[in-house]
């Protein structure tokens, strides 16, 4: 081909290759707007870039364990969702690209670091944990962890009898700062209070006077939570650069986006609270629609000049003079067309938005003029409600038929630039936008990926690299009912399982039998008052406690005799006494065993505790000679598998009902008694859940704490109140919310230990299952059976929560040596065990 015949082609494919282009950029302009064209912007602005967002949610809240959402916010890769279980208020701080749970905080639970307040959970319309309008209170500070903070309510004493704001570090949920905004011995005890903005530097609460609508703002440094000023007539609620914009109180409770009659707008000083400007006496009533760079849209109704009707009209201010910039955004509308303009919303610097009845948005710069789209938004809809601005984009929606809606992305001349998931835009950033969704009678959340220049994130969860546990289909064995029956807990220790659990005389027939691991032959088994030689008779029989001493198992229990109490070794392989250690005392009981040591709290009264009262010790024995190794007076052991360490706790005096509180958790070196460490004064109650090879959880009076074993430093934290821990090794399951029966309900956390670290999984998305267990790397539970019959699942899960098997053909107790001890539930009810041979 000549060089000629080249260039000639090469110019008609550029001319086609123009053409094309020229099209694609017709077809492009056109999609964004319903007119023929692009509609024109006000002279020098630029129009927005479209957005894209995600064709399915990342997540939802059920994976926070929430029942109603009322708003949400997004700061860099968290999201922060305010709303209920259906028991109480709920704030939880999530992952926005997973949906994680960081840290929560639930009404009524003690807040992480705030010396006994509970995060407070009053009446619906008393919003404990989130803001005035439903979302979450937000401080943007560099000086909060993580560069911002949270605001909730709290309260503290018998009856909540104190009532405040704290400040929770958006990092961890730690309380930063609390104040109080009213004690017990104020005349009103029944005082209503309320979150109502907060910025980088202050912090706005409002406090209603039962029985009479008389409102007073306090505002408190954000920073360091000191009280600033008062304002004693009415709430002030919207922050505007220097100034934060009120209403008085009126004859009505104020609401969002209502104009209440009476009520009148002010602008207050924001850092001292001197009043700069009233409009008191100037309209019927009137509201603070939204504000953005020192301009407030303000929505009034006023009386028409001579008759006795009014109307409504939304105006612009100054937010720092109160002077009319504008008087009326209807000014700009299209001839004829009725109604005022209602419903703004704002970025809080550049620009505010509001719909008018025409189904057209009516913007406004701060200090400019209202410029109203030439056209709907929504073609053939005469409403429109904006929700949210972003970055010069307004996004908007307008209800369906139902509870269905849909949505918009448009600049301010209704320019389409793009189609928003269905639901209610709440937040927006540069990865996520987070929806409002209705679910029946609630609302829920979606949050979805969004992007501006490529493609947003869609739901990938993570494969996870947890293979699951395969049992051969029939079992090795089962255990006989008139052998063993209601299994509690089984163990695995070479060739022989020990397993706890009643008899076929029920409840009271307390019973530990040792069974061949492979066949199920019955080695031994041992009553709660079977002989034990000379007089003795074992005492009780919980979960088997062993101890490997010379190459020998023995199974530690306690014992009675004639005037004498103990501990005795059995012997695993033959379930004989190997020996008995006498122990003087009037209460005397097992807690700690390990290999080297074992542990008793001994209790005395009255004379024997030296004149009265009771006296406690934790005395500690080396396991292979009975020998005293040392002792401990007003310390009591805690449960706890004993190796280097024996963890005791100090006990405080009883408050009510009887229950010691716990001052202090101490290790002591199991071989000498010598103090390790100590918690001191670092937590409040702290009581061992759980004790393993390299960590401890402890609860506290806040939540929950994990520690490292050797020197007690703190690893992690949660705000969670656990309960029934255990593990091995580097899983620990435990439960929390029982007893919160709608909601999140009772579900599992998982905690994941490593060579100093720790990781705390809430995972309220296993609300519904039973019977949480560790079982080496995995999380296992029961999925009851159906109302009205069916059979009961046993899903096999990993640390984080995802599903790795449904099939189980029991729930796992015990696994070790290619064996796994499975339970299944009886025609009684009562645990039935088999042993499996595992796969793989």
């Known amino acids: 081909m000549s060089?000629?015949?080249?260039?000639?082609?090469?110019?008609?494919?550029?001319?086609?290759?123009?053409?094309?282009?020229?099209?694609?950029?017709?077809?492009?302009?056109?999609?964004?707007?319903?007119?023929?064209?692009?509609?024109?912007?006000?002279?020098?602005?630029?129009?927005?870039?479209?957005?894209?967002?995600?064709?399915?949610?990342?997540?939802?809240?059920?994976?926070?364990?929430?029942?109603?959402?009322?708003?949400?916010?997004?700061?860099?890769?968290?999201?922060?969702?305010?709303?209920?279980?259906?028991?109480?208020?709920?704030?939880?701080?999530?992952?926005?690209?997973?949906?994680?749970?960081?840290?929560?905080?639930?009404?009524?639970?003690?807040?992480?670091?705030?010396?006994?307040?509970?995060?407070?959970?009053?009446?619906?319309?008393?919003?404990?944990?989130?803001?005035?309008?439903?979302?979450?209170?937000?401080v943007d500070a560099d000086t909060s962890p993580g560069g911002w903070s949270v605001i909730v309510q709290y309260a503290k004493g018998a009856g909540g009898e104190e009532r405040g704001v704290a400040a929770l570090s958006g990092e961890d949920g730690r309380v930063l700062w609390k104040q109080a905004l009213f004690r017990g011995a104020d005349d009103d005890r029944e005082q209503e209070t309320r979150l109502l903005a907060a910025d980088g530097r202050v912090v706005l609460a409002g406090v209603r006077s039962t029985g009479r609508l008389r409102l007073r703002t306090v505002a408190f440094d954000a920073a360091a939570g000191r009280r600033l000023w008062e304002h004693q007539d009415g709430w002030a609620f919207r922050i505007d650069g220097g100034t934060v914009l009120g209403e008085s109180a009126a004859g009505e409770p104020w609401r969002p986006r209502e104009v209440r009659d009476g009520a009148a707008v002010f602008g207050l000083d924001l850092m001292t609270g001197r009043k700069r400007w009233d409009l008191a006496g100037a309209f019927e009533g009137a509201h603070v629609?939204?504000?953005?760079?020192?301009?407030?849209?303000?929505?009034?109704?006023?009386?028409?000049?001579?008759?006795?009707?009014?109307?409504?009209?939304?105006?612009?201010?100054?937010?720092?003079?109160?002077?009319?910039?504008?008087?009326?955004?209807?000014?700009?509308?299209?001839?004829?067309?009725?109604?005022?303009?209602?419903?703004?919303?704002?970025?809080?610097?550049?620009?505010?938005?509001?719909?008018?009845?025409?189904?057209?948005?009516?913007?406004?710069?701060?200090?400019?003029?209202?410029?109203?789209a030439k056209k709907p938004l929504f073609k053939g809809a005469s409403s429109v409600e904006p929700d949210l601005v972003w970055r010069d984009r307004v996004l908007a929606s307008r209800a369906l038929d139902g509870n269905r809606r849909a949505g918009a992305v448009a600049d301010r001349a209704a320019n389409g630039l793009g189609a928003t998931p269905p639901g209610r835009p709440a937040a927006l950033s540069d990865r996520f936008a987070a929806l409002l969704v209705r679910r029946g009678l609630y609302d829920g959340l979606a949050v979805y990926g969004a992007s501006e220049t490529g493609k947003p994130e869609e739901p990938a969860p993570a494969p996870s690299s947890q293979k699951p546990l395969r049992v051969e289909a029939r079992p090795l064995w089962t255990a006989k009912a008139d052998t063993i029956r209601g299994v509690s807990s089984a163990v695995l220790d070479g060739d022989?399982?020990?397993?706890?659990?009643?008899?076929?005389?029920?409840?009271?027939?307390?019973?530990?039998?040792?069974?061949?691991?492979?066949?199920?032959?019955?080695?031994?088994?041992?009553?709660?008052?079977?002989?034990?030689?000379?007089?003795?008779?074992?005492?009780?029989?919980?979960?088997?406690?062993?101890?490997?001493?010379?190459?020998?198992?023995?199974?530690?229990?306690?014992?009675?005799?004639?005037?004498?109490?103990?501990?005795?070794?059995?012997?695993?392989?033959?379930?004989?006494?190997?020996?008995?250690?006498?122990?003087?005392?009037?209460?005397?009981?097992?807690?700690?065993?390990?290999?080297?040591?074992?542990?008793?709290?001994?209790?005395?009264?009255?004379?024997?505790?030296?004149?009265?009262?009771?006296?406690?010790?934790?005395?500690?024995?080396?396991?292979?000679?009975?020998?005293?190794?040392?002792?401990r007076s007003g310390v009591v052991p805690e449960l706890d598998p004993a190796g280097d360490l024996v963890i005791a706790a100090r006990l405080g005096k009883a408050e009510r009902y009887g229950v010691e509180p716990h001052t202090d958790l101490i290790a002591y070196g199991a071989?000498?008694?010598?103090?390790?460490?100590?918690?001191?004064?670092?937590?409040?109650?702290?009581?061992?859940?759980?004790?393993?090879?390299?960590?401890?959880?402890?609860?506290?009076?806040?939540?929950?704490?994990?520690?490292?074993?050797?020197?007690?430093?703190?690893?992690?934290?949660?705000?969670?109140?656990?309960?029934?821990?255990?593990?091995?090794?580097?899983?620990?399951?435990?439960?929390?919310?029982?007893?919160?029966?709608?909601?999140?309900?009772?579900?599992?956390?998982?905690?994941?230990?490593?060579?100093?670290?720790?990781?705390?999984?809430?995972?309220?998305?296993?609300?519904?299952?039973?019977?949480?267990?560790?079982?080496?790397?995995?999380?296992?539970?029961?999925?009851?059976?159906?109302?009205?019959?069916?059979?009961?699942?046993?899903?096999?899960?990993?640390?984080?929560?995802?599903?790795?098997?449904?099939?189980?053909?029991?729930?796992?107790?015990?696994l070790g040596g290619g064996l796994a001890v499975l339970t299944t539930p009886g025609p009684d009810g009562a645990a039935a065990l088999s042993v499996y041979r595992v796969r793989g």
Not at 339 to 357: E, M, N
Not at 559 to 586: F, N, P
Not at 776 to 791: K, M
């Open 3 to 138: 060089r000629g015949r080249l260039r000639g082609r090469a110019g008609a494919v550029g001319a086609v290759a123009a053409a094309l282009l020229l099209l694609t950029v017709i077809v492009v302009v056109r999609s964004r707007g319903d007119g023929p064209a692009t509609a024109a912007l006000p002279r020098g602005e630029a129009h927005p870039r479209s957005l894209a967002f995600g064709r399915n949610p990342l997540w939802d809240e059920r994976t926070l364990g929430m029942t109603d959402v009322d708003g949400a916010e997004l700061r860099g890769g968290a999201a922060v969702v305010t709303g209920r279980s259906a028991s109480a208020g709920r704030l939880v701080v999530a992952d926005a690209r997973t949906g994680t749970i960081r840290w929560s905080a639930d009404g009524g639970d003690p807040l992480l670091g705030g010396d006994g307040a509970l995060a407070y959970d009053g009446p619906p319309e008393a919003e404990g944990v989130r803001g005035l309008s439903g979302g979450p209170v937000l």
């Open 289 to 372: 629609q939204a504000a953005a760079g020192g301009t407030a849209a303000v929505t009034v109704r006023e009386r028409i000049a001579g008759g006795p009707s009014t109307r409504f009209r939304t105006m612009a201010l100054d937010s720092a003079t109160g002077r009319v910039q504008v008087a009326s955004l209807e000014a700009e509308e299209a001839a004829g067309t009725p109604g005022p303009v209602l419903g703004c919303v704002d970025d809080r610097r550049t620009l505010i938005a509001c719909a008018a009845y025409s189904g057209r948005l009516v913007t406004i710069r701060p200090g400019g003029r209202p410029f109203t």
């Open 496 to 631: 022989a399982v020990l397993i706890s659990g009643t008899g076929p005389g029920g409840s009271d027939d307390r019973r530990h039998v040792v069974a061949d691991a492979r066949t199920g032959e019955t080695r031994w088994t041992r009553r709660a008052g079977d002989s034990l030689g000379g007089g003795d008779r074992v005492a009780s029989l919980g979960l088997p406690r062993l101890a490997h001493v010379g190459g020998e198992t023995l199974s530690l229990v306690k014992y009675e005799g004639q005037g004498s109490q103990g501990i005795a070794a059995l012997s695993l392989r033959d379930g004989r006494v190997r020996w008995k250690k006498a122990v003087a005392g009037d209460g005397v009981n097992l807690y700690a065993v390990g290999d080297a040591t074992f542990a008793v709290r001994v209790t005395d009264y009255g004379a024997g505790a030296g004149g009265g009262g009771e006296r406690e010790r934790t005395v500690a024995f080396a396991t292979s000679t009975r020998r005293e190794l040392w002792r």
């Open 671 to 814: 071989s000498d008694g010598r103090q390790r460490w100590h918690t001191g004064g670092r937590y409040r109650d702290p009581r061992l859940q759980f004790a393993g090879g390299r960590a401890l959880v402890v609860t506290v009076g806040d939540g929950a704490a994990v520690l490292d074993r050797a020197t007690g430093r703190e690893l992690a934290r949660t705000g969670a109140r656990l309960g029934g821990c255990g593990g091995t090794g580097a899983l620990v399951v435990c439960r929390t919310g029982e007893g919160d029966v709608g909601g999140a309900g009772e579900h599992a956390v998982t905690i994941e230990i490593g060579d100093g670290t720790a990781r705390i999984n809430d995972l309220p998305r296993t609300a519904g299952l039973t019977a949480f267990r560790a079982l080496g790397p995995w999380l296992t539970a029961t999925r009851p059976a159906a109302p009205g019959g069916g059979r009961p699942a046993f899903p096999l899960l990993d640390a984080a929560g995802r599903t790795l098997a449904e099939d189980l053909p029991g729930a796992p107790l015990a």
